[in-house]
Nanobody, 122 residues
Framework: QLQLVESGGGLVQPGGSLRLSCAAS????????IGWFRQAPGKEREGVSC????????NYADSVKGRFTISRDNAQNTVYLQMNNLRPEDTAVYFC???????????????WGQGTQVTVSS
């Protein structure tokens, strides 16, 4: 059974850091781009970051550039999202998703995880 499981969320103060993990089971991540998305209460889901299958290319939403870093360890079948200098507006449920494609093309995501809550508050 193909599954993505996110972890690492929690409550953090503004300026703090968290590292989210997206672990895959039932398939190997090696051949697929993986995206991170988030959805805040009352808002639409938005793309946060994406990393290609090889890890050689990645992209970020303007709102997180310079603060978030996406990486992957294909040997561990896991993708990470390091989030630094967190802001209250980063509060959301964060999801990872597997793309149909090996590159980050902006669409074609399927197999979503259940999400992990990130709350940034003092």
């Amino acid at each position: 059974q193909l599954q993505l499981v996110e972890s690492g969320g929690g409550l953090v103060q503004p300026g703090g850091s968290l590292r989210l993990s997206c672990a895959a089971s039932g398939f190997t991540l090696d051949y697929y781009a993986i995206g991170w998305f988030r959805q805040a209460p009352g808002k639409e889901r938005e793309g946060v970051s994406c990393i290609s299958s090889s890890g050689g290319s990645s992209n970020y939403a303007d709102s997180v550039k310079g603060r978030f870093t996406i990486s992957r360890d294909n040997a561990q079948n896991t993708v990470y999202l390091q989030m630094n200098n967190l802001r209250p507006e980063d509060t959301a449920v964060y999801f990872c998703a597997k793309s149909h494609y090996s590159n980050c093309v902006g669409y074609g995501y399927h197999y979503w995880g259940q999400g992990t809550q990130v709350t940034v508050s003092s």
